[in-house]
T-cell receptor
Framework: EDKVVQSPLSLVVHEGDTVTLNCSYEVTNFRSLLWYKQEKKAPTFLFMLTSSGIEKKSGRLSSILDKKELFSILNITATQTGDSAVYLCAVGKYNTDKLIFGTGTRLQVFP | EAGVTQSPTHLIKTRGQQATLRCSPISGHTSVYWYQQALGLGLQFLLWYDEGEERNRGNFPPRFSGRQFPNYSSELNVNALELEDSALYLC?????????????FGPGTRLTVL
């Protein structure tokens, strides 16, 4: 059965800290791994990763995929209170547009 | 560019009733996906529609059904509502190509079953 596991479940940090969120997966016909940020309702897209070892960056956020060890990490440097959210990892498969989501990591950043 | 829209924002029903949720995809997107996010759980895939047809279905009972209209908007119907159907229902859309997984989400409909 396809599985996406995120860790930690919850993280509390102070502004300025750097955090690393983990996502591991066991999925047949893997095609891509996606990261979303969910603050109130709609998850907003952050990154899509398809190739191992190529880092994607957007401002203070970066992410990398390891297709051999079947995991991805999302790094956030110099965290701000606005980074507080649930970060969702999802895996896309070939031959279907269905995404398989992990349960998310809840990040709380305090001033 | 307008994003994915969903209506209503909130819906309160009682057990046994039927609920209808609506979604309009981003212009140009042909695929619509429905997800259920129950409290404390991750997003669970419900249904995928592309070009008016149901392409895939998650592990949900037949009480959950839907359709996609010629303008690519979609409806999710939940019959014989049960208390555990209370959740946030998210709709997402994409270009629908099997080469492209990026999905954009709407704000969701919060369904409460009393």
């Amino acid at each position: 059965e396809d599985k996406v596991v995120q860790s930690p479940l919850s993280l509390v940090v102070h502004e300025g800290d750097t955090v690393t969120l983990n996502c591991s997966y066991e999925v047949t016909n893997f095609r891509s791994l996606l990261w979303y940020k969910q603050e109130k309702k709609a998850p907003t897209f952050l990154f899509m990763l398809t190739s191992s070892g190529i880092e994607k960056k957007s401002g203070r956020l970066s992410s990398i995929l390891d297709k051999k060890e079947l995991f991805s990490i999302l790094n956030i440097t110099a965290t701000q209170t606005g980074d507080s959210a649930v970060y969702l990892c999802a895996v896309g498969k070939y031959n279907t547009d269905k995404l398989i989501f992990g349960t998310g990591t809840r990040l709380q950043v305090f001033p | 560019e307008a994003g994915v829209t969903q209506s209503p924002t909130h819906l309160i029903k009682t057990r046994g009733q039927q609920a209808t949720l609506r979604c309009s995809p981003i212009s140009g997107h042909t695929s619509v996906y429905w997800y259920q996010q129950a409290l404390g759980l991750g997003l669970q895939f419900l249904l995928w529609y592309d070009e008016g047809e149901e392409r895939n279905r998650g592990n949900f009972p037949p009480r959950f059904s839907g359709r996609q209209f010629p303008n690519y908007s979609s409806e999710l119907n939940v019959n014989a509502l049960e208390l555990e159907d209370s959740a946030l229902y998210l709709c997402a859309s994409s270009f629908g190509s099997l080469d492209y997984n990026e999905q954009f989400f709407g704000p969701g409909t919060r369904l409460t079953v009393l």
